[in-house]
């Protein structure tokens, strides 16, 4: 086997697979390094559903990646023959004066994505499943849906061993280290040397490169699956995604049936307790439930049943709570892609993208300069 290869990916969650495949199809000789099995559900990329929304308010540059994101999950549905991407359309509801839907709003207007504007009583007519203060808004758009992580991390590793990339699961990397002639990692089973090393470390990432500079918080979050009492209302095809915005920016939100897994999913999105990832809980803990039952008994009641399952995450943050996509600072020759602070998924097959630009050409025609490290210059 050769330990010789032009990049090497350390970590194959979700976007050191894309990252891995893209690399492997452009015909660079690849290996990419995994502590678990692929995929695995300790990171943060399992629990068979991620929303995927395209009026993107939280930075303008955002949306260019997204739509060009939402084209490549296209392109990996037709090149596995698989579905990843449900396209169920989305629904932002919240108290008048929210200013998600305001952003979200102006987002889709500045960018002519397709979207309605709704009051209560129309939600009521488009979507049944919601019970909301008369006074309420919403925000209906097309370009809205789920991702099936499992699958798509499971399709880019699939395609990216065809193209030839090796992928090597329940391999620890315990350290690196580069220099004018190349990079070497150290794993728990051998050695291996590249030209590139790639770094797609999730919660980890601050192990893997010590001199980050910059201070990532990790979290723990839960999900929940309840069982409907009226099933056939949130069947796939039958609702959006959604989220219900809180005045205090907080949102709850949640997933249509899924057929991979039993019970309807919700979620609370804000920063949960800091953990370490090493020893972060993942059993249901007394009090976990508190987090998303009430939303479903005030909003959603038809869909406020018995409790299936629980299951645990972990947000990577990062100060601005905008992903960290560049070079190394002081390491020509190591790129990083982390901080995805809780709403990277969607873009995973982007991020895998212009992350082999940025290892076989050093730059990228995506406008990702909003997420470099030079944003962080002169922090305390
Ligand atoms: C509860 C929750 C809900 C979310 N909802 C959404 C959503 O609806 N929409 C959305 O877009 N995003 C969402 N996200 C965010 C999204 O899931 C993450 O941003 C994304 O999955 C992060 O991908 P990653 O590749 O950085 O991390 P991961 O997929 O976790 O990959 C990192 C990998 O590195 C490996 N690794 C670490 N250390 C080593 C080592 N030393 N050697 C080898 N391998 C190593 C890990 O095992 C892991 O597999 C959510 C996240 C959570 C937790």
Same mark, same amino acid.
């Given at each position: 086997?050769?330990? #010789?290869? +032009? $990049?090497? $990916?350390?970590?194959? =969650?979700?976007? =050191?697979?894309?990252?891995?495949?893209?690399?492997?199809? &452009? =015909?660079? /000789?690849? %290996? =990419?390094?995994?502590?678990?099995?692929?995929?695995? +559900? &300790?990171?943060? /990329?399992?629990?068979? /559903? #991620?929303?995927? #929304?395209? /009026?993107?308010?939280?930075?303008? +540059?955002?949306?260019? %990646? %997204? #739509?060009?994101?939402?084209?490549?999950?296209? +392109?990996?549905?037709?090149?596995?023959?698989?579905r990843i991407l449900h396209a169920t359309g989305g629904v932002y509801i919240g108290p008048p004066g929210s200013e998600f839907i305001a952003k979200t709003r102006q987002s889709a207007e500045t960018y002519g994505l397709p979207h309605d504007m709704l009051d209560a009583t129309q939600l009521a007519a488009k979507c049944p499943q919601f019970f909301v203060p008369r006074d309420w808004i919403a925000m209906h758009e097309q370009f809205a849906g789920l991702l099936v992580p499992e699958r798509a991390i499971s399709a880019h590793v699939d395609l990216a061993i065809k193209f030839g990339a090796q992928i090597h699961g329940n391999e620890r990397v315990l350290e690196w280290t580069d220099d004018a002639t190349g990079v070497t990692v150290r794993t728990d089973l051998g050695e291996y040397h590249a030209d590139q090393l790639i770094v797609c470390g999730g919660a980890w990432s601050d192990r893997i490169v010590r001199d980050l500079g910059v201070e990532l918080i990790v979290t723990r979050q839960v999900w929940g699956w309840v069982q409907p009492k009226r099933p056939r209302m949130f069947e796939l095809g039958s609702m959006p995604v959604w989220a219900i915005v809180h005045l205090d920016g907080s949102i709850h939100y949640g997933f249509p049936l899924m057929p991979d897994n039993p019970g309807l999913k919700v979620a609370h999105h804000y920063h949960g307790p800091r953990v370490d990832p090493e020893t972060i809980v993942r059993d249901p803990q007394p009090g976990d439930e508190d987090d998303f039952r009430p939303v479903l008994s005030k909003y959603l009641p038809e869909a406020d049943g018995a409790l299936l399952s629980i299951r645990t995450c972990m947000y990577t943050v990062s100060p601005d709570s905008h992903f960290i996509i560049d070079r190394l600072p002081r390491h020509e020759r190591v790129t990083i892609a982390c901080g995805f602070s809780g709403h990277g998924f969607k873009f995973a097959t982007v991020v895998g993208e212009v992350l082999a630009d940025l290892a076989m050409h050093g730059k990228s025609e995506m406008p990702i300069g909003f997420l470099g490290f030079q944003r962080f210059a002169g922090r305390g």
């Open positions: 086997m050769s330990k #010789r290869f +032009d $990049v090497i $990916v350390i970590g194959v =969650g979700a976007m =050191g697979s894309a990252a891995c495949f893209h690399l492997a199809r &452009r =015909g660079a /000789s690849v %290996l =990419g390094i995994e502590r678990f099995n692929i995929p695995h +559900d &300790r990171g943060s /990329s399992h629990g068979f /559903s #991620r929303m995927i #929304r395209m /009026s993107y308010y939280e930075h303008p +540059d955002y949306v260019p %990646l %997204l #739509r060009r994101a939402w084209k490549l999950w296209e +392109d990996l549905e037709t090149e596995t023959g698989q």
